[in-house]
């Protein structure tokens, strides 16, 4: 995309920021309050609030 320099997108960031806190799509009005746990064993395992799989790809459970 011509002008996709970091400079030019900030300025268009900020923009679209300002209109979705003035006139937002949609308002999350619930969000579940769960717990994430794994056994110890379990490498890599560093859920995110409300996005506990984004890196299900690194989890590793050594073999002895």
Not at 4 to 10: N, P, T, Y
Not at 36 to 63: H, I, Q, S
Request: with cysteine.
């Amino acid at each position: 995309m011509p002008g996709c320099v970091e400079s030019g997108r900030a300025e268009i960031y900020h923009e679209i920021q300002k209109l979705m806190q003035e006139d937002p799509p949609y308002l999350w009005l619930f969000v579940q309050n769960l717990q994430y746990g794994a056994n110890k064993n379990v490498e890599n395992f560093d859920p995110y609030p409300n996005v506990p799989l984004w890196n299900v790809k690194t989890w590793r459970v050594p073999t002895q």
